[in-house]
């Protein structure tokens, strides 16, 4: 049905919805024209409160459509869901782009800060202008904070940064 969209990309939004389920859920809508939760349930074993939970986020994305009918029997609704392929580049680059975004205001940070730590596992580094206020001792775990290379962080950021940008073609 959808055959025009990879797996990756598929995989790309499962990821960034968070959810693990999501990659079988989509695979699902991904073969089928329309179908409901009732029927993703029986092909995944998936829970009916997950699937409803993952589709909700997909639908806010406006990943999918939604067609309610109700069922003559019990007057229920039923829920029938179909996947908006066309939607799916324009969310994977907005999450790019947000994500470029968080890791630039990051990267300039750790550019612009001279960082100090304890070399303690777990305990967190500190700028400057807070080790000076913490005179110079870890508030966690009581060592002393010595001043700490960026370097690595920095250069890994900005490899993030580069790469990002140049898939998202800026
Ligand atoms: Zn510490």
Redesign the pocket.
Known sequence: MLSSIDDTTLMKVAEALGEEDAIKLIGILKNSDETTDDEIANKTGIRINSIRKILYKLYDHSLVSLRRTRDPKTGWFIFHWRLQPDQLEGFIVSQKRRVLEKLSVRLEYEKNHDFFY?G?PG?RRFPFEETVELVFR?P????PLMHFDNDKIVSALAGKVEQLRKELGE
Request: with cysteine; proline share 0%.
């Open positions: 304890c303690t305990c870890c966690t775990c009581g060592k």
